[in-house]
C-alpha cells in the first residue's frame, strides 16, 4: 500500500474533508465518486469531527479515514 501524497499534512477535520473530496476523483466510475463523495459528507457533517474536542481523538479519526480511503484507492486499482 502506497501512502497518498500529502497525508502527512492532515491536521484539522477540515483539511482530512477535503483530503477525501479529492480522493474521490482517483475513483474509476462517476458513480462510485459520487456513492463516496456522498458518504463523505454524511459522515463529515454528522458532526463526529465537528463536535470533537481531544486532540489526539481527532488526530485517531484522521488516521482511520486516511488508511481507509488508502484501501479502497488500492482495492479499486488492483481490480481495475
Given amino acids: 500500500m502506497v501512502p497518498l501524497a500529502g497525508t502527512e499534512l492532515i491536521h484539522t477535520p477540515v483539511q482530512l474533508y477535503r483530503h477525501l473530496l479529492r480522493c474521490c476523483r482517483q475513483l474509476p466510475s462517476a458513480a462510485m465518486q459520487q456513492h463516496y463523495q456522498h458518504a463523505i459528507r454524511q459522515v ?5 469531527l465537528i463536535d ?26 488492483v481490480a481495475g
Fill in 52 to 77: 470533537e474536542d481531544d486532540p489526539k481523538r481527532i488526530h485517531m479519526i484522521i488516521q482511520r479515514a486516511v488508511k481507509d480511503a488508502e484501501w479502497i484507492l488500492d482495492k479499486v486499482r
Fill in 44 to 48: 463529515s457533517f454528522s458532526h463526529v
